[in-house]
């Protein structure tokens, strides 16, 4: 027994062990002279540019079963409006909009939804009561903003399930989901910055509470059975791109059986990785470690780095800085000092990983013209060959380092990117997919999970660094619950910047991105571990695809336009449950949401229970 528990005490430095062994095997396997960067052909094979489409093109085919009712004279209703517009573009819901600030309310007859984007119910007027008889009679309607407490208000919110309303608004402090409404539910998420902007409300016996506050239980999102239709009522009060998953999870609760593609991918960046030993002040290193930034990437960083990998299965996609050198008027030079490149580099490549483009150096592609001011410490290239160049010569540099390693994936420094740089990436076929971020920042290039004209794939990143905190962790919530997706990067030299960190210690950053992983894979245990590139082509088949949906009795027929091979949806199902699956495989996820992975254009599914 003194035996097994002196085993158990030091079991844990097992696996920190195994990692120093394999990276001794693998030194020594490279100064024997054995490649060990293999083929690493990603397992979800892209598709060739012709073979995508852009989300334009597939939203002019979609039925118009959606009306969307905006006013755009309030600041609320716009900044609702921009995000509902990518909401339905990505859940593949087509809609008609309408203004009630320059047009009457259309008849809602025609449609099987209605998304109010508007807070006083006193803009709509009278049509509010065409718009509840209209849900009466089955038709089913979100309330997306806060409601005012006014006169049309008053009139039918005992409809929405509401007996008593305060006078004022409240804090929104925290966002609590239903374990049975969101992935990653039952936990409490705090909203940063957050002021008053929900309704005081108490709700009748018949409502369904999906989420609330942690202090004083406010309800955020609830739904209303009224005679044959359904509300759902959203108290957020706030609307901006990082809360879209909780939209479109609201979304999802309004008719008997909702399903829109997704992804199902962890992505892990490392930025600058290889690279050149980076530049800055390891004054905390030398404080935390007396080592040099060298021996501290090497003896430290990287091996607890591999350790978290190694914990939740992660496969880092590296992407390659050539130098550091702010040069961008000379010819490109071929990097000299391959060992660190070598060394770093096939380890990742043989633990499974991946490796990209960052650059040749740490220069955005942005012409003469573009002025950083005082924001960014970057130059700017003189003409589009100078780009091209630079990149051509990083691409020869990589294949040299890694000859048989596939590479596809190209992410801006800094994620600052000009249009004139990504029309020199689009000619060069090596390169299709840029992963810049999700959201603004200085200079960044921000965009969208979807396909360019020119066939290149969009790849944000939204979560980075390790200096983890509500934000992130409120953000990663509503991707997993949008698309179904994570996809983080960090720098090896944070631990050199102040802004990000570098005062912490690596010891409590690395214990930051524990934290945030731990909850990852709680929240989603079975996503899936991507790379870069095998990401972007679930992003091909994602933006494609459209699914039509019948429901007769109990039987639910799917039919997935632009099929290619297989595709990924989140399938809600409010009050039945699935039974026999023909033409895909269905994973429960929480609650009513399920994973379906069509393996057919046509998936068949019997329904058990009645509907709500």
């Known amino acids: 027994m003194i035996k097994f528990r002196h085993f158990f005490r030091f079991r844990d430095l097992l696996g920190i062990l195994g990692i120093y062994i394999l990276i001794t095997a693998i030194l020594s396997a490279e100064r024997a002279g054995i490649k060990t960067d293999g083929n690493n052909t990603p397992s979800v094979a892209p598709l060739a540019a012709e073979k995508t489409m852009t989300a334009a093109e597939v939203s002019a085919g979609l039925p118009k079963d959606c009306l969307v009712l905006a006013d755009s004279e309030n600041a609320d209703s716009a900044a609702a409006l921009t995000e509902f517009r990518q909401i339905l573009l990505d859940m593949k819901i087509g809609y008609d909009m309408a203004d009630l600030a320059v047009e009457a309310m259309p008849d809602p007859a025609p449609y099987s939804t209605c998304i109010v ?96 506050t942690a202090k004083n239980h406010v309800p955020l999102v609830w739904s209303r059975e009224y005679g044959e239709g359904r509300f759902v009522v959203d108290n957020i009060g706030i609307y901006e791109k990082a809360d879209r998953g909780i939209f479109a999870a609201s979304v999802s609760l309004l008719e008997d059986v909702c399903v829109w593609p997704v992804l199902d991918g962890a992505v892990f960046y490392l930025d600058d990785f290889p690279s050149p030993v980076p530049g800055g002040n390891g004054e905390y290193i030398w404080r935390d470690y007396a080592m040099t930034t060298s021996d501290f990437y090497v003896n430290v960083w990287w091996p607890d780095t591999l350790s978290i990998a190694e914990k939740h299965g992660i496969r880092y996609t590296g992407v390659i800085i050539e130098n550091y050198g702010d040069d961008t008027e000379s010819e490109p030079e071929r990097q000299k000092d391959t060992a660190r490149f070598q060394y770093f580099g096939n380890m990742l490549l043989h633990l499974g990983g991946e490796l990209g483009y960052h650059g040749y150096n740490h220069q955005p592609l942005c012409l003469d013209g573009t002025d950083y001011g005082d924001v960014l410490p970057y130059n700017t290239w003189r003409d589009h060959k100078s780009m091209k160049e630079a990149v051509k010569e990083l691409i020869a540099f990589a294949d040299e380092m890694f000859p048989t390693a596939e590479r596809s994936v190209y992410v801006p420094p800094s994620n600052v990117i000009s249009e004139d740089g990504l029309s020199v990436l689009a000619e060069i076929p090596e390169i299709r997919t840029v992963a810049s971020t999700y959201f603004p920042g ?35 919530l509503s991707e997993l619950n949008m698309h179904y997706v994570f996809n983080h990067f960090i720098h090896p030299d944070d631990l050199l910047d102040e802004d990000r960190g570098a005062a912490l210690g690596w010891e409590k950053l690395k214990g930051n991105l524990t934290w945030m992983f731990d909850w990852l894979f709680k929240a989603a245990p079975s996503i899936r571990r991507l790379t870069g590139s095998e990401l972007s082509a679930e992003i091909q088949r994602y933006s494609k695809a459209v699914v039509k949906k ?6 639910l027929a799917l039919e997935i336009g632009n099929f290619e091979d297989r595709c990924l949806l989140f399938l809600r199902l409010n009050g039945q449950t699935p039974g026999d699956v023909k033409g895909g495989t269905l994973e429960p996820l929480t609650g009513s949401l399920y994973l379906l992975t069509a393996d057919s254009e046509t998936v068949d599914i019997t329904l058990e229970g009645e509907p709500k």
């Open 117 to 212: 984007l508007i807070s006083s119910f006193d803009r709509i007027g009278e049509d509010i009561l065409t718009l509840t008889d209209w849900v009466r009679e089955g038709g089913r309607a979100l309330f997306a903003l806060t409601p005012g407490k006014d006169t049309y208000f008053n009139l039918v919110s005992q409809k929405l399930g509401v007996l008593n309303a305060g006078d004022n608004q409240v804090t929104a402090e925290s966002f609590v989901p239903d374990p049975d409404f969101m992935i990653g539910g039952g936990e409490v998420y705090p909203i940063p910055d957050a002021f008053d902007s929900s309704l005081a409300v108490q709700l009748d016996e018949q409502t369904v509470v999906y989420a609330e």
């Open 442 to 476: 200085d200079f960044a290039y921000t965009q969208e999970f979807g396909v360019r004209e020119d066939g290149t794939v969009e790849q944000p990143r939204f979560v980075s660094g390790a200096m983890m905190g509500d934000y992130e962790r409120l953000v990663a």
């Open 550 to 555: 019948e429901v007769s009795g109990n039987h």
